[in-house]
Structures are given as structure tokens and as C-alpha cells.
């Protein structure tokens, strides 16, 4: 691995405190981990705060496009991965005025999960909250779905459009209904010449041969629906025009706003061959390109490849999208200079500063020493769950499970020896979705904290206890991620096991738990993948275990001793 980089743990955190240091004029941190960015000029009276967010390895994705005209705020994650519920949170309060707020981010899972329970704090204390989602990936989910689709480089085009309606100070709801409409409007293709290599990890997230493309990728390094010879640039971009024009209006008369991005090693060169040719067929048939972006808008570290992505124009968007902007990476037209708002003072997002006083039964917890012991074995199993994910994902799931794990661990360490059921599930809760914010820890993460609520006051995590803790973890995934048993997901693993489990009176539980986990492994992997990252590979997923289901095997054999 080839990277310019010191510890690959703390990459995020150096490129944040590069960018604070390179650009305090015009952004500034809101959270003592510099994992939130704002407009210095934020919050302003009567101005809906745009608020966004997403994994880092995108720049200028995210990052980049906060500023005037642009978005308001961003919470950052780990390569890939989502920011905290708390650091959304604190991105909220921040550019907060008495205009309320638009979260507007991508559709991806870690990321829904997280920003609906900051949206819901938020509106605890009184901040009104809409929510739009980026959606313009044509191939990651048929028309019928559409709205399951994923957001990638379109969405830079919806954060314009958006951004600029609110800079004209228009209420929350005609912001809204404008990114609404820009999301409505906007098709996204892409094609992958080779991975990306996350920085924690040291390998691709997928291979290709020499001569292979890979259509439709996403931008964490997800494969796409279509391997293959790799075309010539005409051919490629053919490819998407078609597809695109299936869904866009792409007829005589029509006026749209063209973006040709790079996903981070294509020339730019590369991408006006492309570009030459969008502008050829589109003028065949009669289409004006109003306004065009070609660069690197939304990237993917170092992966090669490209992505075309149209957005149709009526009057409102095209002056929208025209209008000035400005961010330490976008300039268009000509902004004003800002002063910069009062700064209050950086907040604490870690999850400690949430966490309730713990509650004690006054007899030792066997559960959280079993926990404490045993718990930093899943460290074992980090590259086999990482090989699992970048098969049918974006490859962190080894790293969202290993910390996590480690993460729990010594936040029970940290509770009395005779804390209850409940305390130790909310400790794990907030440890294990903190560690590396992910789809999958985020969903852990809510599964426990549901599981904290159903345990009785003052009782011990016991078997009867766990029983009712797993089934009230499968309940809350179950609603948060729409799964249902069939999909493919750890439910189908989780669901065997707490039957066992309750079906064991004790006697051996361990044993069968684990017997339990296995079989509906190897049974759910001849399922196709109808939920999350995989099921944007749709039948390529057959005949592949699970990731998530396998990290639950992997939990249930390191607790049981298995």
C-alpha cells in the first residue's frame, strides 16, 4: 500500500485539523474532535441551516460543499463510515436559527439511522427538522425502488440548488420542496477502472483483471451490476446516456445541468473525452447543456473511474444552479464577504457525555466479566469479516466489529462490578455504535439500546434476560432497516439463535446457540441480498455469506466458548 499518510488511524483526524488549518476564514470546527465542519457565518437569522453529512475518503464530497450557496454544516466519519448521531447533533445545533433545519445527505444506511436519531434530539429541543435523501444512483435499485437507490456525485448538483435556496432566505418548507425536486431530477451512472484501499485496512476493496470495468460501482468501493472487457471512453459513456435517458426526459427542448466526475485517479483528461462526447449526442437530440461540471466532485480515494450524472432544468433549478457559490473547495460566480458569526464554544460529542448514571443490583455481574474476557477475541476474526464485506460492501465491517468489540469491552470495565442488565446493554450500545459509526454499528448500536429498555429494573443479564434483549435487538433492526427474515441480513442469524437459546432451559446453551448460528449461516447464504449494500449487487449475491450474519456467528462462538 502506497499512501502518504503517518498512522493510518489517525488519517481523518490529521486531513480535519489540515483543513481547519488551511481555511479558518471561511470554516470552523463545532466539536472538540473536529469531526464537524460549519460556515463561519452560521447560524443567521431567518436562513435554513443545510446540514450533511456522510464517511470521509470523498473530498471534496461532504466536506467540501459547505459554504455560501452550499450547505451549512457537515458531520464526518471514518473512511466510509458515518458520523455519530451526537457529532449530527452538534453540526445541528451549531448552524441552528429560527429558520429550522434540512438534513440532506446521501441514502445510505449508518447515515439514515444516525441522522434520524440526531433529527429526533433535535426536535426534543425545539429545532424543526425536513429531511431529503440523495437518490440519483440508477443502477443500485430498479425504477419500482427507486427510492432505495443510493446518493453519490447527483447529489453534489442537489446541494447547489439547495444551497442556493436557502442563501435567498426561503422558508424550510420551499427548500425543501426545491432539493426534493433536484433529487426528483437528477440520474447518476458510474464505472470503476480499479478500488480504492482504505487506509485502516491496507487492501482494495475489490479486484478487477487487467482490461476489466466495473459499471454501475458505488463510491465506497461497492461492486456494481456489470463486469466486463473495459469499452472505449465513447462506448462507456454511451452506456449511461441510454441508461440515464430512460428515466430523464432527454428530448428535443430540454435544458440540463451536465456533471462528468472523476473518482479520484482518472485524468481529467479522461473526463473531457467523456464530456466531448455527452455534449455530442446530447446536441443530436436536441438537448442544452445549461451548465456543466466536469472535475473531481465526489471521490472515492484513489479509485479510477467516472460517473456522469444529469440533472433536468425547468426555470427555478436552472436560476438556482447558476446562482454564486462559494466553499474552501467550489467557486462559482461572485459571493460577498462573510464575517464571521460569534463562535460558542466547541461541544463534547462523544457518547460518554451522554451516558446515564449507571444502576447497581449490589451482586457481581458474571455478564460483564464474561464480557470483558472474552469480548477482545473478536479481534481474530477483523480480516475475514473484511474480505466478507468488500465481497458484497465497502470492506469496514472488520473494522466497525473489531473496535466496537474492544470498545465495549472497556467501557464495561469502566461500570461497577455489580451493574445491571440495563446499564451494561446502553454501555455497549453507545461503545459499540461510537467505535467506527457504520451502518452496521449504528444498527447494533439501536438494537441495544431498545434491548436496555425491555430489561426489568435492577436485574442481572442472566439467560432469560438475553433472551429477551436479543429478541428486542431483532425487533428494533427489524423496524430502523425495514429486514424482514428472508433478506439476507444477521436476522436470519440472530432469529435461529434466540430460539435456541430459549428453547435450552440453560442446559448446554452455549453449544446449541452456536450449532444454531451455523446452519442458518450456510442456509442464508443461498439467499439473494434484499437489504443494504449487497442487495445494490442484486443476484451476485447468491452464494455468499453475509457479513453481518457471520459476525454474529463469530459473537455467539467467542461468548460461548465454542
Keep these: 500500500m502506497r499512501k502518504i499518510i503517518n ?69 464526518i466519519g471514518n473512511v466510509f463510515s458515518s458520523p455519530s448521531s451526537a457529532q449530527i447533533y452538534a453540526a445541528s445545533q451549531a448552524v441552528s436559527s429560527d429558520a429550522g433545519l434540512l438534513y440532506l445527505y446521501g441514502n445510505y444506511g449508518g447515515d439514515v439511522y444516525n441522522f434520524d436519531i440526531a433529527a429526533e434530539m433535535c426536535r426534543t429541543n425545539g429545532i424543526q427538522i425536513n429531511t431529503v435523501l440523495g437518490t440519483d444512483d440508477l443502477l ?14 447527483g447529489l453534489f448538483l442537489v446541494y447547489k440548488v439547495a444551497g442556493a435556496a436557502a442563501d435567498q432566505l426561503l422558508n ?73 435517458a430512460g428515466e430523464l426526459n432527454l428530448t428535443d427542448g430540454a435544458r440540463v445541468a451536465v456533471l462528468v466526475n472523476g473518482l479520484g485517479a482518472t485524468p481529467l483528461e479522461e473526463l473531457y473525452v467523456m464530456y466531448r462526447r455527452v455534449n455530442s449526442v446530447l446536441a443530436a437530440r436536441g438537448v442544452t447543456i445549461a451548465h456543466r461540471f466536469v472535475g473531481e466532485y465526489v471521490t472515492s480515494l484513489e479509485m479510477a ?101 474492544v470498545a465495549v469491552a472497556a467501557a464495561l470495565r469502566e461500570l461497577p462490578e455489580d451493574s445491571d442488565a440495563a446499564t451494561l446493554l446502553r454501555a455497549a450500545a453507545s461503545a459499540f455504535a461510537a467505535a467506527n459509526p457504520s451502518t452496521f454499528a449504528a444498527l447494533v448500536g439501536s438494537g441495544l439500546f431498545a434491548a436496555a429498555d425491555a430489561m426489568p429494573a435492577r436485574s442481572e443479564l442472566g439467560l432469560d434476560e438475553l433472551v429477551v434483549a436479543l429478541q428486542a435487538v431483532f425487533d428494533r433492526v427489524s423496524e430502523k432497516g425495514g429486514a424482514r427474515l428472508g433478506d439476507k441480513t444477521f436476522l436470519d442469524v440472530l432469529h435461529p439463535v434466540i430460539q435456541a437459546l430459549a428453547g435450552s432451559k440453560g442446559s448446554g446453551a452455549g453449544t446449541i446457540a452456536t450449532a444454531a448460528a451455523r446452519d442458518a449461516v450456510d442456509a442464508s447464504a443461498q439467499l439473494q441480498s434484499a437489504r443494504g449494500r449487497a442487495a445494490w449487487q442484486q443476484e451476485r449475491t447468491i452464494g455468499h455469506r453475509d457479513p453481518g450474519a457471520v459476525a454474529v456467528l463469530r459473537f455467539v462462538e467467542v461468548l460461548s466458548g465454542e
Excluded: W
Excluded at 202 to 207: R, S
Excluded at 335 to 361: H, K, M, Q
Excluded at 390 to 395: E, F, I, V, Y
Design 305 to 405: 473511474g467516472a460517473s456522469l450524472s444529469i440533472m433536468i432544468l425547468d426555470d427555478e433549478l436552472e436560476a438556482l444552479i447558476a446562482a454564486p457559490a462559494a466553499s474552501p473547495f467550489f467557486q462559482q460566480g461572485t459571493t460577498e464577504t462573510i464575517s464571521a458569526a460569534d463562535a460558542p464554544a466547541l461541544v463534547d460529542a462523544s457518547v460518554s457525555a451522554f451516558a446515564p448514571a449507571p444502576v447497581t443490583t449490589g451482586t457481581r455481574s458474571v455478564a460483564r466479566e464474561l464480557l470483558i474476557e472474552r469480548l477482545p477475541a473478536m479481534s481474530a476474526h477483523g480480516e475475514e469479516l473484511r474480505e466478507l464485506d468488500a465481497a458484497l460492501g465497502d470492506g469496514d465491517l472488520g473494522i466497525t466489529v473489531t473496535k466496537g468489540s
Design 140 to 153: 443500485s435499485a430498479p425504477p419500482e425502488r427507486a427510492n432505495d437507490r443510493r446518493g453519490v456525485a
Design 172 to 244: 424550510l418548507d420551499e427548500v425543501t420542496r426545491i432539493a426534493n425536486a433536484a433529487v426528483q431530477n437528477t440520474r447518476t451512472m458510474g464505472v470503476g477502472l480499479s478500488p480504492t484501499i482504505l487506509p485502516a485496512a491496507g487492501e482494495a476493496t475489490f479486484h478487477l483483471a487487467d482490461g476489466e470495468m466495473e459499471i454501475g460501482v458505488g463510491i465506497h468501493g461497492e461492486q456494481g451490476t456489470h463486469r466486463g472487457p473495459l469499452e472505449s471512453a465513447d462506448q462507456i459513456t454511451d452506456r449511461f446516456l441510454e441508461g440515464i
Design 7 to 75: 498512522e493510518p488511524d489517525a488519517f481523518v483526524d490529521e486531513v480535519m485539523e489540515g483543513i481547519f488549518a488551511a481555511h479558518a476564514s471561511q470554516v470552523r470546527p463545532a466539536t472538540t474532535d473536529n469531526r464537524t465542519l460549519v460556515r463561519v457565518d452560521s447560524p443567521k437569522t431567518g436562513r435554513v441551516g443545510i446540514v450533511t453529512g456522510g464517511g470521509s475518503g470523498h473530498l471534496p464530497f461532504f466536506l467540501g460543499y459547505v459554504g455560501q450557496g452550499l450547505c451549512s454544516a457537515v458531520a
